[in-house]
């Protein structure tokens, strides 16, 4: 079997049919790779690029193309290693690694479907030693039989009625967990959030009081500051190290990107002075970009998105390094259905994964791929069984949802405002 094209298919639709979610985002565009070959056989992947600059997408994976065409996929990883460094001088990070890791999906994707397994199994397998050893030198890796999983929450949508009735709806909907957001969000106004510490840690401790009274204990709970990507300001090590202090008592899953990731330094002492567990990553593209932040200890929980991380093989090799700090990994998924999937299989591959985030009310652009593939019970996630991903891009849905030029998300700056 050879591969005979490459092609880059953009889609807009529906972000969400979240309620809540579309207070704050009713678009989203995405970037799908397929990979044709002479068997009929065709993979399909996605790359997260799709979702902020969708229009850079296209010209990337032509440029890698014509290295893939002709070849057969019975070594991957050779040939994401050919294309890395065929654009090593500006796909070392960044834009062209997250492109690639679109294209390797849909090669992993393509395998699946030809040896009719599931590409978790293919991933586990063949990374299996990379993983923590015992003292007597046997591998500590072992399948996942179900992994919990919690609906990504976006911001906290305000007066607080509001997110009890977020919270209340996604227990409606079978999620045992949730991730709400700092701050607060008022529809028609955006958020509102303080930089001060006091204030801050105020704000977000009886936000966790609240939610605890309200669901109990039992309800697996984590929080998201967004400093990674926040539009308005950007926490100091301070203000995360008040807000994380006040939200010890209320045992959280784990507290998501308290700083930006331009200072890792902040994050290793943040780490240091706080019991509440740490999480983070999603901004991060290559195992080169992360071992920085790993090496510093710079997380409690490490959060790659295998539709960002330049590609499955380097996801897991991330996990890999994080099990040797001795970190979990719970992986980022905020990207369409073929994203989605992608982080479920890397979730299922990796034994240190400690949960999943789904997109709860997905929109069109996840359900028309994922079908039935994505199966929840009681709150965990079960192994997917298809070859493959287990995902299928049809043409009705092509048609149906045909790729509007701006739907990217950005920051707004004067100059460039987001209205999607």
Same mark, same amino acid.
């Given at each position: 079997?050879k591969?005979?094209?490459?092609k880059t298919?953009?889609?807009?639709?529906?972000?969400?049919?979240d309620?809540?979610?579309?207070e704050?985002?009713? #678009?989203?565009?995405?970037?799908?790779i397929?990979v044709?070959?002479?068997?009929?056989?065709?993979?399909?992947g996605?790359?997260?690029a799709?979702?902020?600059?969708p229009?850079g997408v296209?010209s990337i /994976?032509d440029?890698? +193309?014509p290295?893939?065409?002709?070849?057969g996929i019975?070594d991957? $990883?050779e040939?994401?290693?050919r294309m890395?460094?065929? %654009?090593?001088f500006?796909?070392? !990070?960044g834009?062209g690694?997250i !492109?690639l890791?679109?294209?390797?999906?849909?090669?992993?994707?393509?395998?699946g479907?030809?040896?009719r397994?599931?590409?978790? +199994?293919?991933l586990?397998e063949?990374?299996?030693?990379d993983f923590i050893?015992?003292?007597?030198?046997k591998?500590?890796?072992?399948?996942?039989?179900?992994i919990?999983c919690?609906a990504t929450?976006?911001?906290s =949508?305000?007066p607080?009625?509001k997110?009890t009735?977020?919270i209340?709806f996604?227990?409606? #909907?079978?999620?045992h967990?949730?991730?709400?957001?700092?701050?607060?969000?008022?529809k %028609?106004k955006?958020?509102?959030i303080? *930089?001060n510490?006091a204030e801050?840690?105020d704000?977000?401790a009886?936000?966790?009081?609240?939610i605890?009274?309200r669901?109990g *204990?039992?309800?697996?709970?984590?929080? @998201?500051?967004?400093m990674g990507?926040?539009s308005k300001?950007?926490?100091g090590?301070?203000?995360?190290?008040?807000?994380?202090?006040a939200?010890e008592?209320? =045992?959280?899953?784990?507290?998501? &990107? $308290?700083?930006h990731?331009?200072k890792p @330094?902040?994050y290793?002492?943040l780490v240091k002075?706080?019991?509440?567990?740490?999480a983070g990553? &999603?901004?991060?593209t290559?195992?080169?970009?992360w071992?920085?932040?790993?090496n510093?200890d710079?997380? *409690?929980?490490?959060?790659p998105?295998?539709?960002f991380?330049?590609g499955?093989?380097?996801f897991m090799?991330v996990?890999?390094l994080?099990?040797?700090?001795?970190?979990a990994?719970?992986?980022?998924?905020w990207?369409?259905?073929?994203s989605?999937m992608q *982080?479920?299989h890397?979730?299922f591959?990796? $034994?240190?994964?400690k949960i999943?985030e /789904?997109?709860?009310?997905?929109?069109?652009l996840?359900?028309?791929?994922?079908? @039935?593939?994505?199966?929840i019970?009681?709150?965990?996630v079960?192994p997917?069984?298809?070859?493959g991903l %287990?995902i299928e #891009?049809?043409?009705d849905?092509? =048609?149906?949802?045909p790729?509007?030029?701006?739907?990217?998300e950005f920051?707004?700056?004067?100059?460039?405002?987001?209205?999607?």
């Open positions: 079997m591969i005979t094209d490459i298919i953009l889609l807009t639709g529906p972000c969400t049919n309620p809540y979610l579309s704050a985002r009713q #678009l989203r565009s995405a970037a799908f397929k044709e070959t002479d068997s009929g056989l065709t993979g399909i996605e790359t997260y799709g979702y902020f600059f229009e296209p /994976v440029f890698f +193309k290295i893939l065409v002709g070849n019975e991957i $990883p040939l994401w290693q890395y460094h065929c %654009g090593n500006w796909c070392r !990070v834009l690694a !492109v890791a679109g294209i390797e999906a849909a090669l992993w994707d393509l395998k479907k030809a040896l397994l599931p590409v978790y +199994k293919l586990g063949a990374k299996k030693d050893k015992t003292e007597e030198g591998s500590l890796y072992s399948e996942h039989d179900r919990p919690y929450g976006g911001p =949508n305000y607080i009625d997110l009735g977020k209340a996604y227990r409606s #909907l079978g999620f967990g949730v991730k709400v957001g700092a701050g607060a969000y008022y %028609g955006g958020s509102e303080s *930089n510490p801050a840690a704000f977000e009886a936000k966790a009081l609240y605890r009274q669901f *204990n039992d309800l697996w709970l984590a929080f @998201d500051a967004h990507n926040h300001l950007t926490w090590l301070e203000t995360a190290t008040a807000v994380a202090k939200l008592p209320f =045992n959280l899953i784990f507290f998501e &990107e $308290p700083l990731y331009n @330094d902040e290793a002492e002075r706080t019991t509440t567990p740490i990553g &999603e901004c991060l290559t195992v080169g970009e071992q920085t932040f790993i510093k710079c997380f *409690n929980i490490g959060q998105d295998a539709s991380t330049a499955p093989a380097q090799q996990a890999a994080l099990s040797a700090h001795g970190c990994v719970a992986p980022h998924a990207g369409a259905g073929a989605q *982080n479920i890397c979730g591959a990796c $034994p240190n994964t999943l /789904v997109a709860p009310a997905y929109g069109p996840h359900s028309e791929l994922i079908g @039935d593939s994505l199966q019970k009681d709150g965990y079960l997917p069984e298809k070859p %287990g #891009l049809t043409e849905t092509i =048609n149906r949802f790729f509007i030029p701006g739907t990217g920051n707004s700056v004067p100059g460039k405002i987001l209205t999607t």
